[in-house]
């Protein structure tokens, strides 16, 4: 059995950045990693968008910015200023194709591509199995492997963000690429919840999802004709599809459990990095990550990191409460949000960043009885 210090499991933004931070720091550079994913991350397989500040670090791989939200329905337009919350995205391949060069160019990370069987606590060591083969640590950071995680209990509780993406180019320069549609509605079906996302990357290339947040799959074919038919009104001309991406996400009050035993910590959406009402990984990724490493670099151990506060949690139930009780209401809710509030009060409020009392007032403009209902009906659930 090869023995390693530390061993990252699953290399996308959270892996990925734990594994750079340990490179920048002098108690952790000279440690044995190793790096683990199925992937080789040679390909452009996601988008990372994300709004308000970038991280220093990599605040240069940045490709576009955006200072316009838009978001839509059959009957209204919301655009709001983005100024103070610019929305930014970053393409993974630039991502890899930063990070991992760098760490090859140390002869104390090794790269391992293979499938992930098992991890476990053993003998005081963590261990895990790739490929029928067996590797050690003294810790494992872990982002890809689901036994030991919460993961298959979230995903059979309450919700999840289901979307397929193409990234399409027009033959023409077509496109205002000076806002970002955030949510469009107005191909979203009575009693459910979806919607387009459009990233104009550039006057002729376009990122779009087909959106789903609920407790059904999307169905076969569903998301493909809904884009088309998307391109076919609003952008009619002839394009080519040149990449292609999909997730899935829970959006769930389960718990995620970041520390699964001593040795073995969880990252990113296993972590509990993800906000269960938006789905939103990226910054909360990259800034735990950091954490991680300065933990490690100070005392010898991860740190315990604390998720959202816990009346988010609450808000968080309420929320997706809704999405099952009253989807509409959850739509209308959205766009009331930004309608009613600076883009930068509403980031904040999405973030879990704000206090009590700056909560107040989004609050206040939502609509009232649907989450007063899902408030009854929370502090009920709560009793029992």
């Given amino acids: 059995m090869k023995k390693y ?36 991350k040679d390909k452009n397989d996601r988008t990372w968008t994300f709004w308000g500040d970038v991280p220093g670090e990599f605040a240069h791989l940045v490709e576009k910015t955006w200072y316009k939200i838009g978001l839509h329905d059959k009957y209204e337009d919301v ?3 983005a100024e103070r919350t610019p929305y930014h995205f970053i393409p993974a391949i630039r991502f890899y194709n930063y990070v991992i060069p760098k760490l090859k160019k140390s002869d104390n990370f090794t790269f391992l591509s293979g499938n992930i069987e098992r991890i476990s606590d053993l003998n005081g060591e963590a261990v895990i199995t790739i490929d029928s083969q067996l590797y050690s640590a003294d810790y494992i950071f872990n982002s890809a492997f689901h036994g030991v995680s919460t993961m298959a209990q979230a995903q059979k509780k309450v919700a999840f963000q289901q979307f397929k993406g193409w990234e399409v180019s027009f033959n023409r320069e077509i496109l205002e690429a000076d806002e970002v549609t955030l949510m469009d509605f107005s191909i979203s079906e009575k009693g459910k919840v979806n919607f387009m996302y459009l990233l104009p990357v550039s006057e002729n290339r376009l990122i779009l999802n087909c959106t789903a947040f609920g407790s059904e799959m999307i169905e076969n074919g569903f998301a493909e004709k809904c884009m088309a038919d998307y391109l076919a009104k609003y952008f009619p001309h002839d394009y080519s599809i040149i990449r292609k991406e999909q997730g899935f996400i829970p959006m769930s009050h389960i718990e995620f459990r970041r520390n699964y035993s001593s040795r073995i910590m969880n990252l990113g959406i296993l972590g509990g990095d993800a906000r269960p009402s938006t789905g939103y990984t990226f910054i909360n990724a990259i800034n735990n990550s950091r954490k991680i490493a300065a933990g490690l670099a100070e005392s010898g151990n991860p740190p315990k990191i604390l998720n959202n506060k816990r009346h988010f949690n609450f808000y968080d139930r309420i929320f997706i409460r809704v999405l099952k009780d009253n989807p509409e209401a959850l739509k209308k809710a959205l766009l009331l949000m930004f309608k009613k509030n600076s ?42």
């Fill in 343 to 384: 883009s930068s009060k509403a980031f904040d409020f999405l973030s879990a960043s704000t206090s009590v009392i700056q909560e107040i007032p989004i609050i206040l403009s939502l609509p009232i009885i649907p989450f007063l209902k899902a408030f009854i009906n929370e502090q009920k659930n709560s009793r029992r």
């Fill in 5 to 40: 210090d530390y061993i990252i499991a699953g290399l996308g933004a959270a892996g990925l950045s734990l594994a750079y931070f340990m490179l920048q720091s002098e108690q952790l550079k000279e440690k044995k990693v190793l790096l683990v994913d199925r992937d080789r």
């Fill in 79 to 81: 655009i709001v200023n």
